[in-house]
């Protein structure tokens, strides 16, 4: 086991105290007016408590439900049948995670060990991808669905330092493309694939940068309509005057070729002082969106599929924040609901919020979230070491479910 993993990821939450807490909050009882639509992160005043889980408050007619317990759960990749691939960074493995019982709790069975502190994962031409710190490894599915036989290595990139995850996605064009975070806070790389979207061939081959400029790109989607591929990004620390609220995190949308700014740049154009290049910067691409600075954002989903949240959502997505480390006052440990409009992000509000108490600790923290083969909404909590499932009081809209059978109801 490699020692970057987990220990890290606790490291950042030595602060945090681990047992569960009810977080007592003051919320509204349930107005049936939509969230507000402002460009900061708003008081959750529309938010109510979960009916099962009052230590969480989610959007009046929802309830979550914690439906798994694992050690560091980071990415979550649905599966039609309804269980789940789950990656543990932390411990190198990867998980399935399925109801087999259908008691509403699903069971965890390894499937992997010694990976490499697995982070992405997507499935394309009957393979299993796993973005391993150094490394695509991918395995052949067997008539289940299931990786079977050896891994096979099929690209290998920039490792050790600074940010170790990998996210990776599939294009239309067939091409893998994988997100590889920078090796420091803020420096100018010596390896081109460090703070960059590299593309690949699905076998590995002709591997090139597709992007650049990315700090630290965790968050990677396929728009579901103009497809192109969207990733959340955050930005450097430490930069003063006003640390605690610059500069923004970002989600940006890649071009080919694009370079988003980082290290020299950040929020529209704004040179680092470090390098006080303005020429430079006015050659980058701005963020799509900016949000709070230091949310730490993480994994994100378009809801194109999500049948249990309202039909005018279905072009937004959602949105892990992580949390702030070096914040004074520490912000984040929530899910944002992304507002977009004529496929732009233009807003973001508070969708999932109560893993940080009012003083700023926290019990649990949203890494991933994901749509279930039900339209539910599924999230990672890798400080919790749970997998959340969020679903409509009402049991959604029936007749857009994705498998044609009714939706489950919450437990
Ligand atoms: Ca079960």
Redesign the pocket.
């Given at each position: 086991m490699n020692v970057t993993g987990q220990q890290i990821l606790r490291a950042f939450f030595a602060p945090c105290a681990a047992s569960w807490c009810v977080v007592t909050a003051a919320c509204s009882n349930g107005s049936a007016a939509p969230p507000p639509h402002v460009d900061e992160v708003p008081p959750a005043e529309s938010l109510v408590s979960a009916p099962s889980t009052p230590q969480l408050r989610v959007p009046p007619g929802y309830d979550i439900v914690k439906i798994a317990s694992l050690r560091g759960p980071r990415v979550i990749l649905p599966r039609d049948d309804g269980s789940l691939f789950v990656t543990q960074t932390g411990d190198d493995l990867l998980a399935l995670v399925a109801?087999?019982?259908?008691?509403?709790?699903?069971?965890v069975t390894t499937l992997r060990r010694n990976l490499d502190s697995p982070h992405g994962m997507a499935l394309h031409g009957g393979f299993l991808y796993i973005a391993n710190t150094g490394a695509v490894v991918r395995s052949v599915l067997d008539s289940a669905g299931l990786p079977t036989g050896a891994l096979e290595t099929v690209a290998r990139y920039s490792h050790g330092g600074g940010h170790f995850t990998r996210s990776i996605v599939f294009g239309d064009d067939g091409g893998m493309y994988v997100s590889i975070g920078s090796s420091c806070n803020l420096c100018i790389e010596t390896s081109p694939d460090r703070a960059a979207v590299m593309r690949f061939d699905a076998d590995g081959r002709n591997g090139r940068v597709f992007a650049r400029g990315l700090r630290n790109a965790v968050g990677m989607a396929v728009h579901p309509v103009t497809r192109a591929i969207w990733v959340s990004q955050h930005e450097r620390d430490n930069l003063k005057p006003d640390h605690e609220n610059l500069p923004p995190e970002e989600i940006n949308i890649l071009q080919d070729g694009g370079d988003y700014g980082w290290p020299y740049c950040h929020s529209d154009r704004v040179p680092n002082p470090e390098y006080n290049d303005q020429a430079r910067c006015d050659r980058t691409i701005p963020p799509a969106l900016k949000m709070q600075a230091h949310s730490a954002p993480l994994g994100m989903t378009f809801l194109a599929t999500a049948t249990q949240l309202p039909k005018d959502w279905r072009g937004d997505l959602l949105l892990s924040f992580h949390g702030s480390w070096n914040r004074d006052t520490p912000t984040g440990a929530k899910v944002v609901r992304i507002r977009v409009q004529n496929n732009r992000p233009v807003s973001y509000e508070d969708f999932v919020v109560g893993w940080q108490r009012a003083n700023g600790s926290r019990w649990g923290r949203p890494a991933d979230v994901a749509v279930a083969h039900d339209g539910s909404v599924l999230i990672a909590d890798d400080f919790g070491d749970a997998i959340w499932r969020l679903s409509r009081v009402s049991g959604g809209d029936r007749r857009e479910g994705r498998t044609g059978r009714p939706e489950q109801q919450p437990r």
């Open positions: 109801d087999r019982d259908g008691d509403g709790q699903y069971e």
